[in-house]
């Protein structure tokens, strides 16, 4: 099973991958500078990329894959694709904030194969976005 994330593209995509132990990546504290209350809807298009950029740096950086074995792979998402993934919620209702993005960031880079609950407030969150 192959499990791609960025960041953004969390809430579009299944977790479905059993918790697989330790999968290494760069990890630490938020670095973009955004305050964590932030509506995701409400960011421009560079403060978009600044935490998109962020939290991928976060994971592995574009692309980093790790495998978690079982046949089951995490891989980074790219930049560029997550801060789309921003700006197509632009201007919607949607109570997804930075703080969110970060929490869920933070806890995969802590081990990317496992599924984390702050991962799944974003997801639910983010289907709820009108």
């Not at 791609?4 to 990890?27: D, E, N, R, T, W």
């Not at 421009?44 to 089951?72: F, Q």
Request: hydrophobic share 40%.
């Amino acid at each position: 099973m192959f499990r791609s994330l960025s960041m953004i593209g969390l809430f579009v995509l299944s977790f479905s991958a059993a918790a697989c132990g330790g999968g290494g990546v760069p990890g630490g504290a938020p670095a973009h500078g955004l305050d964590s209350s932030r509506l995701i809807s409400s960011l421009s298009s560079a403060e978009a990329e600044r935490l998109c950029g962020d939290s991928i740096k976060r994971l592995g950086g574009d692309g980093h894959t790790v495998d978690c074995g079982n046949d089951h792979r995490f891989q980074a998402g790219k930049v560029g694709d997550c801060t789309s993934m921003i700006a197509a919620l632009s201007g919607r209702q949607c109570a997804l904030t930075v703080g969110d993005l970060d929490a869920c960031s933070v806890a995969q880079s802590k081990d990317v194969c496992a599924d984390h609950a702050e991962c799944d407030a974003v997801i639910a969150k983010s289907l709820a976005c009108r």
